[in-house]
């Protein structure tokens, strides 16, 4: 049974900082792992989806890794701002098609 | 449409009634998935539709849960006897295909259940 880890649980960060959300999961063999925002109240915001073979995945401000080999993924955010807080979260497809998911990492950004 | 929408938004109901929740997924798409999130259990697996059949039922709690879809579209989840640890909220996701390396799944806003 895939088991994805979230580290850590919470993080409160000034404005303009960057973020590092790590994200760990226990079996490697994966066919992808996606990231997603969830506002309070609200559904989830596909974020990022880096496929297995893939070593990292940018959209704007945002950049995912991969290294499927340890298990792990981090997602960057540069330059951090107030909208950018919500809970950020893992998921990671295995070989069938649901997702397995992390308990998620509440961001608080301080304007 | 545009994105996966559920009705209703929020229900609330007693202690063993029935409820139904429903999913209409992104225009194209042909798998459905539904997830629980409640809270201490985080994001779990319902159930998985490709068309209108479902390979995989494994995550449905009991067999007070079931679910349908119908013409490869809406779907419906229906909790049968409702209980009060079934409140939680119901998510409902599509994806183009299911079976694919490149398996993008885009949720819709929830329905928040409360079983009172």
């Known amino acids: 049974k895939q088991e994805v880890t979230q580290i850590p649980a919470a993080l409160s960060v000034p404005e303009g900082e960057n973020l590092v959300l790590n994200c760990s999961f226990t079996?490697?063999?994966?066919?992808?792992l996606q990231w997603f925002r969830q506002d309070p109240g609200k559904g989830l915001t596909s974020l990022l989806l880096?496929?297995?073979?893939?070593r990292e995945q940018t959209s704007g401000r945002l950049n995912a890794s991969l290294d499927k080999s340890s298990g792990r993924s981090t997602l960057y955010i540069a330059a951090s701002q107030p909208g950018d807080s919500a809970t950020y979260l893992c998921?990671?497809?295995?070989?069938?098609?649901?997702?397995?998911f992390g308990a998620g990492t509440t961001v608080t950004v301080r304007a | 449409g545009a994105g996966v929408s559920q009705s209703p938004s929020n229900k609330v109901t007693e202690k063993g009634k029935d409820v139904e929740l429903r999913c209409d997924p992104i225009?194209?798409?042909?798998?459905l998935y539904w997830y629980r999130q409640s809270l201490g259990q985080g994001l779990e697996f319902l159930i998985y539709?490709?068309?209108?059949?479902?390979?995989?039922k494994s995550g449905l709690p009991s067999d007070r849960f079931s679910a349908e879809r119908t013409g490869g579209s809406v779907s419906t989840l229906t909790i049968q006897r409702t209980q009060q640890e079934d409140s939680a909220v119901y998510l409902c996701?599509?994806?183009?295909?299911?079976?694919?390396?490149?398996?993008?799944?885009?949720f819709g806003p929830g329905t928040r259940l409360t079983v009172l």
């Open positions: 996701a599509s994806s183009f295909l299911a079976m694919s390396s490149y398996n993008e799944q885009f």
């Open positions: 079996d490697s063999a994966i066919y992808n």
């Open positions: 880096i496929q297995s073979s893939q």
């Open positions: 998921a990671v497809r295995s070989n069938d098609y649901k997702l397995s």
């Open positions: 225009s194209g798409h042909t798998a």
């Open positions: 539709f490709q068309g209108n059949s479902a390979p995989d």
